[in-house]
């Protein structure tokens, strides 16, 4: 961080100013130039309060040279993490995770049916929400605990590790208890106080991108879990909101290099909240893998026109097995697998 000083600054006020900087617990090296005078800051950064120093009156202007998360940065750690969601199952390796599954859960039949199907045709993990955040009160809000229970029967028959969304800080004992990977959903990404709560356990956490959340500010949650000390955090990119209309959601494929950049942490995508548009799930599986991504979520339902939620943009299983089959060939050649 980098303190740039108004003219009009006397030494006595330089010091006072140093000494302020310092009891951030970083230090302050000054810098004169002909006609400027800056501060750099050298240390963890992350306490200093930057806006107290905007409004010092001497102040012309604070600038940062780092950016501001550090545990999810790869600066920090060079190297990609990877994630273990099951004895034999991770997210970040060699080995592309393959997430597959009806948007809610809604019956044993359902659920068990569709996992079978996604496992034979190359899923490496089951989704399905049991507590949906639905945009209407009136509309289906999911099984909760009777959807929960109905995961673990198909993790039971299939062995799949299961993935799904936690709505509420009341629930993460529960969700520690019985889920793979805790799903934090994108209107749920800047809820900071479950993001807090996240950070005190070690289960994985699967980070939405936030609907109109920056590549920074959606790190900067995945902060929040790491900073209380949970590195378990898997990044998933699920389009944005744009101009475009067209589609539910803008999927940002840039963003998937962006943050392999900016950070360590493994980054999948979800074709299907960003499409919106089930026909659309291929074309946009296929960037995503030839980007970089580490894995898809994508929602698999056996009877799509009769699905309680999201039916428009779910593929039926053979169509995602047909998918996984093109999608081998795409990840060989960016020096990945689907096992
Ligand atoms: C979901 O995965 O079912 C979901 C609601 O996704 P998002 O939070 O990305 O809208
Ligand atoms: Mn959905």
């Not at 000054?30 to 750099?40: A, H, K, L, N």
């Not at 605990?145 to 969304?165: C, D, M, S, Y």
Request: with cysteine; net charge negative; glycine share 8%.
């Amino acid at each position: 961080m980098i303190v740039i000083l108004k003219k009009s600054i006397t030494p006595d006020e330089i010091d006072a100013l140093v000494n302020r900087i310092r009891a951030f617990g970083v230090d302050a090296q000054i810098s004169e130039g002909t006609g400027q005078t800056v501060i750099g800051l050298i240390g963890d950064t992350t306490k200093v309060d930057r806006c107290s120093l905007q409004a010092n009156k001497y102040v012309e202007r604070v600038m940062l040279v780092q950016e501001p998360f550090k545990r999810a940065n790869r600066r920090f750690k060079e190297e990609n993490s990877v994630i273990n969601i099951s004895n034999k199952t991770t997210v970040g390796a060699s080995a592309l995770t393959m997430i597959a599954g009806p948007c809610s859960v809604e019956s044993e039949e359902q659920i068990v049916g569709i996992a079978k199907e996604v496992k034979r045709l190359g899923a490496t993990a089951l989704r399905g929400g049991a507590f949906k955040p639905r945009t209407s009160p009136y509309s289906f809000q999911g099984l909760e605990l009777e959807g929960l229970e109905l995961l673990k029967i198909a993790r039971a028959e299939t062995g799949l590790p299961i993935v799904t969304e936690i709505m509420s800080t009341s629930m993460i004992d529960k969700f520690v208890d019985d889920v793979d990977v805790i799903q934090v959903g994108a209107r749920n990404m800047q809820n900071f106080d479950l993001l807090k709560q996240l950070g005190t356990i070690d289960k994985p956490i699967l980070l939405k991108r936030g609907l109109a959340a920056t590549i920074e500010e959606w790190l900067m949650s995945a902060e929040y879990i790491m900073s209380g000390g949970n590195d378990n955090v898997i990044l998933c990119e699920r389009g944005i909101r744009t101009i475009e209309t067209f589609t539910r959601n803008t999927l940002d494929v840039s963003a998937i290099p962006a943050v392999k950049k900016l950070s360590h942490l493994p980054v999948i995508v979800d074709p299907s909240h960003a499409a919106g548009m089930a026909w659309m799930v291929d074309p946009l599986s296929k960037a995503a893998i030839a980007v970089g991504a580490d894995g898809l979520i994508i929602e698999v339902h056996n009877d799509p026109a009769n699905a309680l939620c999201d039916g428009q943009q779910s593929i039926k299983p053979e169509e995602f097995g047909i998918l996984v089959d093109k999608l081998r060939v795409i990840a060989s050649v960016v020096d990945r697998e689907i096992k």
